[in-house]
């Protein structure tokens, strides 16, 4: 009986961990399709701001290289480390906003004599 119990445990334990891996999947993907479309509406006016996903960027360090905020969470979602991956797709998506609203408040800034 204890190893029925046991063996029980285990498999309600491996379910419950499998399910919240998909959350965390699915959570991440909907942070990172708001992020892409925040950058994607602050490119748009050129506000993009470069750490949050140019390809040249080394804001952050995943595996051996070095990437902008967007690139890194991508990159710890394939390593399944959904938390880094959601910290770093929302830093992405702040800069996206913060970007466009930057470039929005300063459109008609220029020299003034």
């Known amino acids: ?29 909907k942070l990172h399709a708001e992020a892409v479309a925040a950058n994607d509406k602050a490119n748009s006016i050129g506000g993009e701001w470069r ?11 995943c595996g051996e290289k070095k990437m902008s905020y967007l690139h890194a969470a991508e990159c710890f979602a394939k390593e399944g480390d959904y938390k880094k991956a959601m910290k770093y797709a929302g830093i992405s ?13 300063q459109k008609n800034a220029g020299p003034r004599h």
């Not at 009986?1 to 399910?19: E, F, P």
């Not at 750490?51 to 360090?61: F, G, M, Q, S, T």
């Not at 998506?93 to 408040?105: P, S």
Request: charged share 25%; aromatic share 6%; hydrophobic share 55%.
């Open 1 to 29: 009986m204890n190893k029925m119990t046991l063996i029980v445990t285990l498999l309600a334990a491996m379910m419950a961990t499998s399910g919240l891996a998909v959350a965390d999947e699915a959570a991440f993907k």
């Open 51 to 61: 750490d949050a996903r140019d390809k040249k960027a080394a804001a952050v360090k």
């Open 93 to 105: 998506k702040f800069q996206g906003e913060m970007g466009y609203q930057q470039a929005m408040e």
